[in-house]
């Protein structure tokens, strides 16, 4: 079975522009969610999708936004490029079985550089 | 609200002897709890996780992690490491309840010395 896939795998962007990732999902698996890891701030929770419906919200500004896809794909979007945003964006998905001991698969990550 | 605490940013270990890796989490509900590696420009990879089934959780490669509600802790430990053990470890928590929100720990990067 294919794992998570996210594209690109890099990407650079200068201030002020705006970028979306893609992230496509395990087969037959219904939750995406996405982090941001920075070396500064860690791994932190952006949102969560499921049944094209978010779920769940991190902490961030509005300028980070997500959708998914009747196929469960999903993408997020950066508006506003910002240095700060310079981040490994990492998906991760799940069955969900409605159970949170269900396993979340990592993708390898889109590392995001803003010049 | 709940938080993670890996003691240790940096942790190296000589081929063969003891890892230990120390998770403190602070949870207002049960918690779910979950070990993570990531090997460099990789994504992360489930070690193992506790479903409140049993307080010693085997994983892969070796890794275990004992719970312990009186400490709050979740310490990852392995018998003897192995140089292909090398990588940041991440320790993680949710608050169950259908949540698939994961808060994680700030990590702990491995070295193996030969």
């Known amino acids: 079975k294919a794992g998570v896939t996210q594209t690109p795998r890099y990407l650079i962007k200068t201030r002020g522009q705006q970028v979306t990732l893609s992230c496509s999902p395990i087969?037959?698996?219904?939750?995406v969610s996405w982090y941001q890891q920075t070396p500064g701030q860690g791994l932190q929770f952006l949102f969560e999708?499921?049944?094209?419906?978010?779920?769940n919200k991190g902490n961030f500004p509005g300028r980070f936004s997500g959708r998914q896809f009747s196929n469960s794909r999903s993408e997020m979007n950066v508006s506003t490029l910002e240095l700060g945003d310079s981040a490994l964006y990492l998906c991760?998905?799940?069955?969900?079985?409605?159970?949170?001991?269900?396993?979340?698969?990592f993708g390898p990550g889109t590392r995001l550089t803003v010049l | 609200a709940q938080s993670v605490t890996q003691l240790g940013s940096h942790v190296s270990v000589s081929e063969g002897a003891l890892v230990l890796l120390r998770c403190n989490y602070s949870?207002?509900?049960?918690?779910?709890l979950f070990w993570y590696v990531q090997y460099p420009n990789q994504g992360l990879q489930l070690l193992l996780k506790?479903?409140?089934?049993?307080?010693l959780v085997k994983g892969i490669n070796g890794f275990e992690a004992e719970f312990k509600k009186s400490e709050t802790s979740f310490h990852l430990t392995k018998p003897s490491a192995h140089m292909s053990d090398a990588a940041e470890y991440f320790c993680?928590?949710?608050?169950?309840?259908?949540?698939?929100?994961?808060?994680f720990g700030k990590g702990t990067k491995l070295s193996v010395i030969p």
């Open positions: 991760a998905s799940s069955f969900s079985s409605g159970v949170s001991t269900d396993t979340q698969y």
């Open positions: 087969s037959g698996h219904r939750s």
């Open positions: 999708y499921f049944s094209e419906t978010q779920r």
């Open positions: 949870s207002s509900v049960p918690p779910y």
């Open positions: 506790y479903t409140s089934a049993a307080t």
């Open positions: 993680a928590v949710s608050s169950g309840a259908g949540s698939y929100q994961l808060t």
